[in-house]
């Protein structure tokens, strides 16, 4: 491959997919463990750390107008520099506003690059390439991730390195490649020109429904089956790193022959098995005893993240090209609205219950279900469900 062949945009994407979980997979593998064992938290602390750490999430919208000033591309890179600088100072300060400040630095620079990377996919990838393609560039963050979470089982058991030296190399590994990536890519135009503002349309609703049911169902297994690994069974960094090493290796292989999968049988098959097969983890979650069938348990509820794919395309089929990259802002908005209360409630539930918190989540699967059933076999502008649908755009 030559230098012009290897500065294509999917490369970039994969590039950039790679400096992600750098930092990223770092921060979550350890953050367990660094509150209980440094900061001494409980569930009422890590509720409000996960609750804080959503509300960037939440101002995704607010992209739209950071665009009028600098480009999307451009916006990537600094995002990418935020996560890095995040996560690399995250072991300086172990104290609970000390990990609240540099999770909510880590988390605008996460969130507003998953905003552009979503956008800037669809825009850059053709319809019937974007399943596949997603799909590889999910491979490549799993290959990133099986890589570090290899290093920390070994730094962790075998060379007992400290937490702050770690995350010092994540975030500093992030910040090498984002810094990489600003000096050797081009500047690639946009394919049709976007929306400099926020706008909502009514035929785009079902999406907003899935993207909103996908943020609330999401942290059930971001917050708490991770917290469950640790408390109630007392899984170790090593351990939980192992169990992420499992997941990344499985998704390596699995994600890109999802995505193809995705386009071969359409998006609504594809979310309907997802929703039902997470219906049954979320509901065994909520009674597991043995801590062999709750890490198989981890692993199946992992296998499924890939089938989020079948959102971004069911929109990308969708949509007027350009209403992309506001789109996309607003629907991280819309994936963090829950985000941003639920962990704290449900940090409070968990205190009295743990298998109730599960059982929501089974609840927030089925609801889910339901609409995914109203997406059509083959979704298109002005067939966006099964039933008819209006269009009328909301400018703000």
Known sequence: MNLQQFKRPEILLMLMAAAVPLSFSVWMTLLDNFAIERVHFTGREIGILQSLREIPGFMAFAVVFVLLIVKEQALAYLSLLLLGIGTFITGWFPSVLGLYATTVLMSIGFHYYETMQTSLSLQWLGKKEAPHVLGKIIAVGSFTSLIIYGLLALATRVWEVEYSTIYMAGGGATI?????????????????????????????????????????????????????????????????????????????????????????????????????????????????????????????????????????????????????????????????????????????????????????????????????????????????????????????
């Not at 927030?364 to 067939?383: C, T, V």
């Open 176 to 396: 090498s490649i984002a810094l990489f990536c600003w000096w050797v890519f081009p500047h690639y135009p946009e394919k049709v020109a976007q929306h400099k503002k926020i706008i909502l349309r009514k035929r785009y609703w079902l999406y907003y429904a899935l993207v909103f049911m996908s943020g609330a169902r999401r942290q059930i297994f971001i917050v708490f089956a991770g917290f469950l690994m640790v408390e109630k069974f007392g899984y170790s960094v090593g351990q939980i790193s192992t169990l992420f090493l499992i997941n990344a290796g499985l998704n390596m292989f699995l994600a890109p022959k999802i995505g193809r999968l995705i386009g071969f049988i359409g998006e609504r098959h594809a979310l309907v098995f997802e929703y039902l097969g997470l219906i049954c983890i979320f509901s065994a979650y909520a009674f597991v005893s043995d801590h062999r069938y709750a890490a198989g348990l981890y692993v199946l509820d992992h296998l499924f993240f890939a089938m989020a794919i079948a959102i971004k395309t069911y929109f990308q089929k969708i949509a007027d090209p350009k209403d992309i990259s506001s789109t996309a802002a607003v629907g991280f908005t819309i994936n963090h609205i829950a985000a941003v209360v639920l962990p704290a409630v449900l940090g409070l539930i968990w205190i009295q219950s743990h298998s109730l918190v599960f059982l929501i989540g089974a609840g927030m699967a089925l609801i889910s279900l339901l609409l995914a059933l109203i997406i059509p076999r083959h979704p298109e502008p002005g067939r966006e469900v099964v039933f008819k649908a209006l269009d009328s755009p909301v400018k703000v």
